[in-house]
């Protein structure tokens, strides 16, 4: 996976970070779901966007909109908690 200095990475490598794939990431875009994204000639994810977006499915029992189809999914970042933790819930 490669991440930019900015902190940005392809929709390949969101695949890779998140767990989902790159086709539920493009169908997630054209349906106006999913993490943010920026579209620049190329579509690029910020990690710290994804990580954000990761954590907020997984704090509210969140599933994917392909909640049937046993996609893998990534397992709840320590990011996740440690944000929890820190502000005291």
């Given at each position: 996976?490669?991440?930019?200095?900015?902190?940005?990475?392809?929709?390949?490598?969101?695949?890779?970070?998140?767990?989902?794939?790159?086709?539920?990431l493009a169908?997630?875009?054209?349906?106006?779901?999913?993490?943010?994204?920026?579209?620049?000639?190329?579509?690029?994810?910020?990690?710290?966007?994804?990580?954000?977006?990761?954590?907020?499915?997984?704090?509210?029992?969140?599933?994917?909109?392909?909640?049937?189809?046993?996609?893998?999914?990534?397992?709840?970042?320590?990011?996740?908690?440690?944000?929890?933790?820190?502000?005291?819930?």
């Amino acid at each position: 996976m490669n991440i930019l200095p900015d902190g940005r990475t392809d929709t390949k490598g969101a695949a890779l970070y998140s767990g989902y794939t790159v086709k539920t990431l493009a169908m997630w875009r054209s349906q106006g779901k999913g993490p943010p994204f920026v579209k620049r000639g190329r579509v690029w994810y910020f990690i710290a966007d994804l990580d954000a977006w990761l954590c907020e499915g997984a704090s509210r029992g969140a599933t994917s909109a392909a909640e049937g189809k046993r996609e893998r999914r990534a397992p709840r970042s320590a990011k996740c908690d440690a944000g929890t933790t820190a502000s005291g819930a």
